[in-house]
């Protein structure tokens, strides 16, 4: 007994955490420095086990930090950077009150500056993590490089944007790490597979941006800021993995025209991805010397065959454009082609009114494919196909080069599936795709009758699917019909005492036997606990939405294609 | 004459009501000149006079004045925006009177001040500070401005000392969901949204929608425009990387058969009834409560149709139909298979009926046990009126009438076939049990005190206890002693029926909120198990006689029989598993099955319903 009574809160998780509006006043900054802060430091708050308690009682809302987290920012040396800003904003305040020009002029010059390697190096303490993290920066960096200077942002920023962004395309490039490619309505999506980690980002098409009004352009420039430090010193490290020179040059093969090149020229050369980088070390062409595999320990023969057949792939799939030569009309996409074709070996050009750095003309009898996005074309070369840019998109999520008949001028393109989607078993997966799937095999499509059968062949799935579905139902209906007949064998025994010879009913074993275990799984489900049945409920509602969400995708496919058969037919036969 | 006015620069309307208008130098009115021009003479003036454009009036004299012809000059000059005098020219050469050039003679003749030519003293101070600064190199020149950032091999040296603890514990952000067909510029057909779903989509909330964009299909790549909202959804990104908090969620991966749990297949535990064989057809009305007599060769059903029915059990024949004077609420055969007495309990009668089926000896035997009966010396009073049937209800086979204060519900035999339990529910009153014993034909009154509405009574098969049943409490009488011993918590909202295990250590409780509760005496107050496998309220529950059986009928209309296993070691809990779900009663009034019971010898049930059928399952 005895001892000091305990008081509340001074102990325990309470003592953990601290609110946002303490934690800023512990660290003296302002709103917007402390988001800064914690962008640059990437603290983010915690949700507290025992809101309640943490919260000292009151239910009020509030967002928590650990207490750890802004210990740790009090010993961050920016901080005392945003202080001398904000001193720094203050006296040129006072100049320009006082019309003190020099005064202004001078400290202009000497703006206090941050720089931020060291919050990089303690954030990603290995390439790799930052090779992980660099999606969201990718993203970022290709939206800024987009914008005009509006005033959105310094032009410095959007320059430097632009410049990482080439940078990292170009290593893209040289590596030939690129994966899959979506066009999709809100921009075009890349995959590449660098260093192991699969790194997806988004550029958007290439129109002014409508800026809007409700985004806070100070966030985001602080997450560029950050990210534009990372992406500079993760391009570096990737250049010189590679043994290329950074910054980036590209490769001259007369001496002498270096001299005369201007750097800005160069630059643009650079952007429009058409001519390879310079290395450090110039490379012989290196033929790729066949390494012998051992199997990794703990890894069996099996999975070492099917690595092997994936690394095969894989450099199948990074040559498949070699040995083709694209000519880019006008209106296509010129940027996101080229980085496409280019990355996977295949030689581009475009017209050179269009920009800088083409390498043939269009007259070049050599060309293979002609990409145009428009209805027809006036003057045709007979020795090139004469394609619509979905081709080249689809050739690389189907790592092969798909037959060229659907991507024609003029003909209604084929859909354009998303790369990303693994379809699992039971998931609904499009009949495209199990002809890109069936293509891949190396089987080769029957135009019509082919997809008929494959249809009904979907179809009979969609009934099984169904069955499963309807099973319960099923059951319910089967029972309600013996009730019935029972009733009405009863009734005819009162009624009409007539002996009719019977019939041998054929006994299905396998459904009995169906039907006895379905009935089984259902009585043990009555013997479940309440909790294991709620989970056990969800699961199995999830499940069904799945499996609705399926078929509902597959019978609007169905009606889709039932409606537009007859006008296949009617134009098979003009044909 | 000078006649200039020296009024001054004054408004002349001062003027206005004078004759006069001024004064001249000489300090003399001037008078205002005689105007008798009237509107007419001014028009006329206009028209005749060729000098009228020219004539302006003098406002300081009133006099009428025609302007010369340089006067009209300067006016058009002035009007013009040139200068007055003819001759000026306005662009003369500009003569640079103080240039660059520095002229033999000052242009000023002041004498030069002394400081411009004596060496300044602060400016010395303020050099020889500055040297100072410099040589002690606190100034340094200035670096040049770095604009460009510089970038190096940031992770040359990694060193796994130097990782801080803290980064074991981030949790780094989730990626971007990726896109799937919907988001194509040229998605499959199915995956465009339709008309009604396009509207549904617009009308919900954008925080409810699945996707958060329309899906859409363009012709060719060159007509997809630019995404609205492509700013958006990257600050909303920004926004949750520094916002959000984040946490490492654990998903429940169970495979949903693993929570099933691993029971013992119904098959090895046959036999229990798993077809319907048989329906009981005759009552019109529903059929409240069934019971079956001692040998199992006799059904007996109490209906709403005011009637008793005795059916052969093996061939579903009607043997006899007995009316009575009100809606049968319970029958109860004799469990004694020496006495053919069925009990049954209409309003607020109790009537003892012989139905004279089966053995004649034992029908015969039971008649003279009633009629054998001698009164008493003294007479007590009796809460219930014993009367002996005469007449027309004799042949019918009525033998006893109980007349009861209040409406009976239930009536239950104890297992030696002397005592009867009659419940008459009433919050009100301390007499809602009573127990009759027919050899003595007395009746008593157990309990002093109303302990909550009594919905149903039992007597233990073996010792001599008794299970009273109120809404939410079972409570378990020692007669003898006369004493409560155990108060069983049934945790549901109202008990409808109960039931006791042969055995007599185990009760279940079906109850209203559709549950089943088994009891184990030995083992707590509460349920053993709970058991929620019915839809709809639990309407009646029954034991097996032998077999570890146990059945419930429910309004859902299906009786499901359960295994229910007790084992005579007293550490081995119960094995409760369901193994039949018997359907066939059809739902009227949305009454389904109001009466279980068993087959005392085979393994069958008997379920009575609200359709006016018995149904027999085997």
């Keep these: 007994m005895g001892g000091l009574q305990k008081k509340k809160y001074e102990s325990g998780s309470a003592t953990n955490y601290i609110s946002r509006n303490k934690a800023r006043k512990k660290l003296s900054l302002s709103l917007a420095d402390f988001r800064r802060l914690c962008i640059l430091k990437g603290i983010y708050p915690h949700e507290p086990k025992h809101k309640k308690k943490v919260n000292k009682g009151s239910t009020a809302p509030r967002t928590f930090y650990l207490l750890k987290d802004i210990r740790f920012l009090l010993h961050e040396p920016i901080v005392g950077k945003f202080r001398e800003y904000k001193i720094f904003v203050r006296k040129l305040r006072k100049a320009y009150g006082k019309a003190e020009w020099s005064g202004v002029q001078r400290m202009k010059e000497n703006k206090p500056a941050y720089k931020l390697d060291h919050i990089i190096k303690e954030r990603y303490p290995t390439f790799i993590d930052a090779v992980r993290d660099v999606d969201d920066a990718l993203s970022m960096c290709f939206l800024f490089s987009t914008f005009a200077r509006t005033g959105k942002c310094h032009v410095q920023t959007i320059q430097l944007c632009r410049r990482l962004g080439v940078e990292w395309m170009n290593y893209i490039i040289t590596s030939r790490s690129l994966r899959k490619v979506f066009l999709s309505i809100k921009g075009i999506y890349y995959q590449a597979e660098v260093l192991g980690q699969t790194i997806t980002w988004i550029i958007p098409y290439q129109f002014a941006h409508d800026h809007p009004t409700d985004v806070d352009y100070r966030v985001m420039a602080t997450f560029t800021e950050l990210y534009t430090t990372l992406l500079g010193f993760v391009n570096f490290r990737l250049y010189q993995t590679l043994n290329l020179v950074y910054p980036p040059k590209v490769k001259h093969t007369k001496c002498a025209s270096i001299k005369y090149m201007d750097l800005h020229i160069s630059y643009q050369k650079l952007a429009a991805l058409s001519a390879s980088l310079a290395r450090t070390v110039p490379s012989v062409e290196d033929e790729e010397a066949e390494l012998d595999h051992f199997p990794a320990e703990g890894e069996d023969l099996e999975k070492m065959e099917t690595r092997e057949k994936m690394e095969l792939e894989q450099n199948k799939q990074k040559k498949l454009f070699e040995g083709l030569k694209f000519f880019l009309n006008r209106e296509v996409p010129r940027e996101s082609l080229a980085f496409v074709i280019r990355c996977f070996g295949g030689e581009v050009s475009w017209d050179k009114s269009l920009c800088i750095g083409s390498t043939y003309d269009e007259t070049d009898e050599t060309i293979t494919h002609h990409i145009v996005d428009r209805p027809t074309i006036d003057k045709q070369y007979i020795n090139r196909y004469y394609i619509q840019p979905q081709w080249v998109y689809d050739c690389v999520n189907g790592k092969i080069l798909l037959p060229v008949e659907e991507y024609f001028l003029g003909v209604t393109l084929p859909p354009h599936l998303s790369p990303f989607v693994e379809e699992s078993e039971g998931d609904y997966v499009p009949p495209e795709k199990l002809k890109l799937l069936a293509l891949q095999k190396g089987e080769k499509p029957q135009a019509e009758e082919d997809e008929e059968e494959e249809e009904e062949e979907e179809d009979d799935e969609d009934d099984e699917e169904e069955d499963d579905q309807s099973e319960d139902e099923d059951e319910a209906e089967d029972e309600a019909s013996l009730a019935e007949m029972e009733e009405k064998r009863a009734q005819g025994k009162s009624l009409s005492v007539k002996v009719t010879p019977g019939k041998v009913k054929p006994e299905n074993r396998m459904r009995t036997e169906q039907e006895e275990k379905a009935e089984e799984k259902r009585l043990a489900i009555m013997m479940m606990k309440k909790r294991e049945k709620y989970l056990y409920d969800k699961i199995m509602f999830g499940k069904k939405r799945h499996v609705r969400e399926a078929n509902k995708l597959a019978a609007k496919r169905k009606a889709h294609d039932d409606a537009n058969k007859p006008d296949k037919k009617k134009k098979k036969k003009k044909c | ?618």
């Excluded at chain 2, 006069?20 to 009115?29: A, E, P, R, S, T």
């Excluded at chain 2, 206009?46 to 006099?63: C, F, H, I, L, S």
């Excluded at chain 2, 209309?557 to 359960?562: K, L, Q």
């Design chain 2, 1 to 618: 004459n000078d006649i200039r006015n020296t009024v001054g620069n004054i408004p002349m309307e001062w003027y206005k009501d004078y004759p006069h208008i001024g004064y001249d130098l000489d300090g003399k009115k001037i008078f205002k000149p005689i105007r008798n021009k009237d509107e007419l003479d001014e028009f006329l003036d206009k028209m005749e006079n060729p000098d009228y454009w020219r004539t302006v009036q003098d406002k300081m004299t009133g006099a009428d004045i025609r302007l010369s012809d340089e006067q009209v000059d300067l006016v058009h000059r002035l009007q013009e925006g040139k200068f007055g005098d003819v001759n000026f020219n306005e662009y003369e050469p500009a003569i640079d009177f103080f240039s660059n050039e520095v002229m033999i003679h000052p242009v000023t003749n002041r004498p030069q001040d002394k400081r411009s030519f004596i060496p300044s003293l602060i400016e010395k101070e303020k050099v020889g500070k500055l040297v100072h600064a410099i040589k002690m190199g606190w100034i340094k020149p200035r670096r040049p401005k770095e604009t460009t950032p510089q970038y190096y091999d940031l992770w040359a040296k990694e060193d796994p000392n130097s990782i801080l603890g803290r980064h074991k514990m981030h949790v780094p952000a989730p990626k971007l969901k990726l896109p799937g067909h919907e988001e194509s510029y040229n998605p499959p057909p199915e995956y465009l949204m339709s008309e009604e779903e396009r509207l549904a989509w617009e009308q919900q909330d954008p925080e409810d929608r699945k996707l958060s964009f329309l899906p859409q299909k363009f012709a060719c790549l060159r007509a997809v425009p630019a995404y609205s909202r492509f700013i958006h959804e990257r600050f909303e990104r920004c926004l949750d990387l520094y916002l959000c908090p984040r946490q490492r969620k654990m998903r429940v991966n169970v495979n949903p058969e693993d929570l099933i749990p691993k029971l013992p297949k119904p098959k090895d535990l046959q036999p229990f009834p798993t077809t319907q064989s048989l329906v009981y057809r005759g009552h019109s009305s529903l059929v409240r409560s069934i019971s079956t007599s001692p040998s199992g060769q006799w059904l007996v059903s109490g209906s709403d149709d005011c009637t008793v029915r005795f059916w052969e059990v093996s061939t579903a024949r009607c043997l006899k139909t007995v009316e009575v004077g009100g809606a049968v609420k319970g029958v109860a055969w004799n469990p004694n298979p020496s006495i053919c007495l069925v009990a049954i309990s209409y309003d607020d009668t109790v009537v003892l009926l012989n139905p004279g089926l089966g053995d004649r000896l034992v029908s015969t035997a039971t008649d003279q046990l009633i009629s054998s009966y001698e009164e008493p010396e003294e007479v007590k009073e009796q809460p219930v009126q014993w009367t002996v049937a005469e007449g027309e209800g004799h042949e019918q086979g009525h033998r006893l009438i109980l007349k009861h204060p209040k409406a009976v519900r239930q009536v239950t035999w104890h297992g030696k076939g002397d005592y009867l339990a009659c419940v008459m529910p009433d919050n009100g009153s301390s007499l809602q049990v009573v127990i009759h014993q027919v050899s003595k034909r007395r009746t008593q009154n157990p309990f002093r005190k109303n302990k909550g509405l009594v919905q149903c009574v039992s007597f233990h098969p073996i010792r001599p206890y008794f299970f009273v049943a109120t809404q939410r409490y079972v409570r378990v009488y020692n007669l003898i002693k006369q004493e409560l011993t155990k108060k069983l918590m049934a945790n549901c909202k109202w008990i409808s029926s109960m039931a006791t295990h042969p055995g007599g250590d185990n009760v279940i409780c079906g109850s209203y909120d559709c549950r089943l509760a088994w009891f184990d005496l030995d083992l707590s107050t509460k349920p053993y198990k709970v058991l929620r496998h019915h839809k709809k309220a639990l309407r009646s529950v029954a034991y097996h006689r032998h077999y570890p059986l146990f059945a419930s009928g429910s309004d859902d209309g299906s009786v499901i029989v359960c295994h229910g296993m007790v084992y005579n070691d007293l550490l081995q809990n119960p094995l409760i598993v369901p193994v039949k779900v018997l359907k066939g009663h059809t739902i009227t009034h949305d009454l389904g099955v109001l009466d279980v019971t068993f087959h005392p010898t085979q393994p069958w049930v008997f379920s009575s319903g609200a359709d006016g059928t018995v149904r027999l399952f085997t």
